[in-house]
């Protein structure tokens, strides 16, 4: 066979082969252990960093379901006069609820255990979600106090314990991300999602209500690197 249709044999070919070659990597390109970073903001409330070791294991559909877990640090940058309000059930979410707002700024460190489960969507093409689960958090700063008596700068902290409890009931600071992530290449990755993510502080005393904790939630995109190991 020679000419036009010899030509359009030979492309149809490698279009074919090269398919099946990436179909054949993609079956295997997304590491069962991974390290990856991201850069979260919440523009003029916070910014955070993340870096996550992960390791997961197939479950389902002939492994395009994975479950597994990580150990996720995520430093929280937080802005001069971003409202963590009252956590107490009577005042959380009211018009009545005070506020404790960073002076200066302030930088949080949150190291927790989370969960996972990513699925894959095309040979090079995951759809993930995480979820810090328990862990700590230190750091801390000066913070102004509102609508309390007296008012003024006091000595802010973190709340130590972190723990996943949902909703209100969530204590301390967590970190959550829903993200699409795909594979360059059988080592390296592109990920882009949302992140949720709560803050808490305590000035060591009840100022209102019956709750010493005060919580930022943030909500931002955010965007990072995965190498597989």
Partial sequence: MTGPRASLAAVTAACVGLAGSLAAQGAGVAP??????AAHTAFSRATSVALAYESSFPVLAGGRVRLGYLVRGTAFGVASGAAFGNVSPELFGTPQADSLRPADGMVLAALNAAVTAQV???????????LDIAGVTVGGGEAVASDVSPAGLRRAEPVGTNLFRGGRADRGSLNSEFAITWWAGRRTALRAGWSHAVVELTPGAVLRGSSDRYRL???RPFAGVVIGL
């Fill in 32 to 37: 069962a252990r991974r390290v990856s970073a």
């Fill in 120 to 130: 894959a969507l095309a040979p090079r093409l995951e759809l993930g979600v995480s």
């Fill in 217 to 219: 939630q943030l909500d």
